[in-house]
Structures are given as structure tokens and as C-alpha cells.
């Protein structure tokens, strides 16, 4: 069996396919066998795909041997130097302690010339700063139109997805992203997308396929009609004449539209929503049938671990949301439920600033949507530890139970309160 420095000195070649088909034999069956080996070929790899996305775009993509063939001048043959060069055979030590000379100054000439190369070329930002995921699959001629451009680029796989770019596919084409989270996307084909960062797209027009990682951030999906608020979930999301539908495979999602409509969807059901709409109807569904076309398209095993390796560890952990759900009694027993005028928010006191803002969704005993608000970060300041929220339109009433979901942005700020009760006023 081959040692571990024989297989050492041959792992660059094997990465580059340059083995004879023997050696790459050998190679493999060592690495199989061998964990230390195994590592070296990982770390030696991942080192090789840094390097080839670094110098990128310093990379030559034209031959120009015919070119400097047609600029050579044409020369003479040079004289034969024959006592010169019986001189040289008789005293070849003179020759070379005389040539020894100018080997330290040749040295330093071409130091400087490489210095001067690779200060023009070397590239002034990294090709991943400010990435926050990687393309990881292209089936087609899926484009990508670079913030603020107006020309499209083909989506190539183990390029780095950046803020404000859109991604497009055509007929029969598909496309794979890789966000921070981890997130992962596809689009089905005649689909148009915005990445508007990590953790929010603009669905424009088509058909998406998400998996949310849960990092502590809320994922929002805007869309024609509204938008999508997921914590941590798996689902589908298609935009078409002017309705948007959604289908939860895996967790929660609220969806909510331009006219106040909201709901919470999930798993197995599914619910499709206008902009204008005042209600939000669900339905049960097969998943997997509505699904299905996702599972057409996997990521490219390279551009997964360029991913992992490079996009991942940038991502710092955060505590997972603090989502709250009250319920609230608005009648006694025997009389009507009482006209509900305010909410009543109640925490522990923090005196500590970058508060978080909450998203307030108010439905009632059959989970219809009845209202929704904004509590302002601003409410948590200055030792605050109460605070009266007005029903919007005056009062709720004819509601037995109100349930009111607390949902943290923390858009505006990281640091959460601790509520410890939420009331109704009735008068």
C-alpha cells in the first residue's frame, strides 16, 4: 500500500486530473482508507476553489502565441564563437564563478518585475466580499441581472449571490440559490426574483420552493398581493394573475396582503390571496403533489461546499424569536362578550436600548383575522413597562376570545422584552 507522503506529493495532481488512471487508482483507495489523507485532500481542495474564485478575474481566455509569433523580428544566425567556445570547455569553473556574478542582481530584477504584475492584476476587493449566498444549480438559461444593471448574465453555478441582484429563468430552465441561514431557494421555470438580502426576496412573477433556516431573523417574501413572514419553515409560493399562492410543507408562515388580510398557514395547508382581499381562505392539500416540480432540482456538489466553506461562517448565531401567542376571554359567563376598545401590553422592565419593534395579529375564536399593528421600538424606552394599544376602526366586538400573536422585527433592533400580560380594555 502506497505511504502517506507518496499520496501527499500527488493530491494537487489529483484534484487537476493530471494521474495517469494507475496512480488515480492508488490514490483513491489510499484516501478511502486513510482519514489524515482524506482531510489533506479537503483542505487541499477547498484551498484550490478559493484560489481559482480569487484570480478569477485575472484569468486569460485567449491564446496569444500567434500574436507574439507575428511580432518577432527575424534574425541572423549568430557567428560561431569557436575560440570562445574552446576557452569556455577548457575553464568552465571561470566561466561560471564569472556568470555567478549577476545571478543575485537578475534576482532582484525579476522580484520587482513580479511585484509590479501582480500589484496591477491582484484584484482591489475579494469576488465573495459582501456575498450572502452562492448560485448552487443551473438547469437552462437562468440569467442574473447585477444591482442597478439593465444587461443579463448567465447564472453561473458557484458564483456568489450579492444584495439588490435578480435572478431570472425562462421556458423549461431552473435555478438553485444558497443563502446565509442557511436558506435555500428554487425557482421554477418563468420565474423573477429579487434578493434584497439574506433574509428577504421579491417574488415578482413565477414559482418558488423555500427552506428556511432558523438563525433568530424573521424571512419575508414580498410579493404583488402582500407578503410572507416565516420563522423557520418549508414552502411554496407562486405568483400569478395577480394572486398569490402559498402551500406550507413543513412549520408556520403568517400571509398577509395589502388590505390588512392575514393568516397563519400550516403544514398541508394552503390558501391563495389578492391584494384587495379581506380574508384569507384555507384549504388542505397533497404537499407533495403541489410540491413536486422542486424535487426536480438538486445542488451541484462543489458549489454546495464553496457554500458552506465560504458563505456559512460569516454567519454569526442568534437566539431563536421569542413568538408569542395570547389568548384573551372578552365575556363572562352567562352575558355577550363585551365591546373590546384596547390592548394592553405588559413586560418586565429593561432599561437597555436597540429594542426590537412587534408586529401585532389579532384574530378571533376561529382564527378569522380581525386586525393587525405595530408596536415601535421607541414604546420600550425610558424604563416604560406598560403601554395601551387603540383597536383600529374604534372597537372589536362580538368576539369571544381574541387571539393576539406578538411577533418580533428585529429589523430595527436585536434586544427583546419579556411580556408578562396582555388585556383587553372594554370601557
Request: hydrophobic share 40%; with cysteine; proline share 4%.
Amino acid at each position: 500500500m502506497a505511504s502517506c507522503a507518496l499520496i501527499e506529493g500527488m493530491l494537487q495532481a489529483y484534484i487537476d486530473g493530471e494521474l495517469a488512471q494507475s496512480e488515480r487508482v492508488i490514490c483513491e483507495e489510499h484516501i478511502a482508507d486513510c482519514p489524515t489523507c482524506r482531510g489533506a485532500l479537503r483542505r487541499q481542495a477547498r484551498v484550490s476553489v478559493e484560489l481559482f474564485e480569487v484570480f478569477a478575474p485575472c484569468r486569460l481566455n485567449r491564446n496569444l502565441s500567434a500574436a507574439v509569433l507575428q511580432h518577432l523580428p527575424e534574425m541572423d544566425a549568430p557567428p560561431s564563437d569557436v575560440q570562445g567556445l574552446n576557452w569556455r570547455a577548457k575553464h568552465p569553473l571561470d566561466f561560471l564563478t564569472r556568470a555567478g556574478r549577476f545571478v543575485p542582481v537578475a534576482a532582484v530584477f525579476l522580484l520587482v518585475c513580479l511585484g509590479v504584475v501582480l500589484h496591477s492584476y491582484w484584484p482591489t476587493e475579494e469576488p465573495f466580499a459582501g456575498a450572502i449566498g452562492v448560485v448552487t444549480q443551473n438547469t437552462g438559461d437562468a440569467s442574473r441581472v447585477p444591482d442597478e444593471a439593465v444587461t443579463q448574465e448567465l447564472a453561473q453555478v458557484k458564483t456568489f449571490v450579492k444584495p439588490g441582484e435578480r435572478y431570472l429563468t425562462g421556458e423549461g430552465s431552473m435555478l438553485m440559490l444558497a443563502l446565509c441561514g442557511p436558506t435555500q431557494i428554487k425557482m421554477n421555470e418563468n420565474t423573477r426574483i429579487r434578493v434584497e438580502s439574506d433574509r428577504q426576496i421579491s417574488l415578482e412573477t413565477g414559482q418558488v420552493w423555500l427552506d428556511i433556516g432558523k438563525d433568530g431573523r424573521l424571512f419575508k417574501v414580498a410579493t404583488p398581493s402582500g407578503k410572507i413572514t416565516v420563522y423557520g419553515t418549508t414552502f411554496d409560493v407562486r405568483v400569478d394573475n395577480q394572486k398569490t399562492t402559498v402551500t406550507v410543507e413543513e412549520g408556520q408562515v403568517m400571509v398577509e396582503n395589502h388590505a390588512a388580510a392575514f393568516g397563519s398557514l400550516s403544514m398541508g395547508e394552503q390558501a391563495e390571496i389578492g391584494a384587495d382581499d379581506v380574508a384569507l381562505a384555507k384549504r388542505q392539500v397533497d404537499v407533495r403533489l403541489a410540491t413536486g416540480w422542486s424535487r426536480r432540482i438538486e445542488a451541484d456538489r462543489e458549489a454546495h461546499d464553496i457554500f458552506t466553506k465560504v458563505i456559512l461562517p460569516k454567519t454569526e448565531p442568534l437566539e431563536l424569536l421569542g413568538q408569542e401567542t395570547w389568548s384573551i376571554v372578552t365575556m363572562r359567563q352567562g352575558q355577550e362578550p363585551a365591546p373590546v376598545k384596547a390592548l394592553v401590553f405588559e413586560w418586565k422592565q429593561s432599561r437597555s436600548s436597540g429594542h426590537c419593534a412587534y408586529d401585532i395579529y389579532v384574530s378571533d375564536e376561529k382564527m378569522q383575522s380581525l386586525f393587525k399593528a405595530r408596536v415601535l421600538q421607541t414604546v420600550f424606552q425610558n424604563g416604560r413597562r406598560t403601554y395601551e394599544m387603540a383597536v383600529p376602526g374604534g372597537t372589536v366586538q362580538n368576539v369571544n376570545v381574541l387571539h393576539v400573536q406578538v411577533v418580533p422585527d428585529r429589523s430595527v433592533g436585536d434586544n427583546e422584552v419579556t411580556f408578562t400580560k396582555v388585556s383587553a380594555r372594554t370601557s
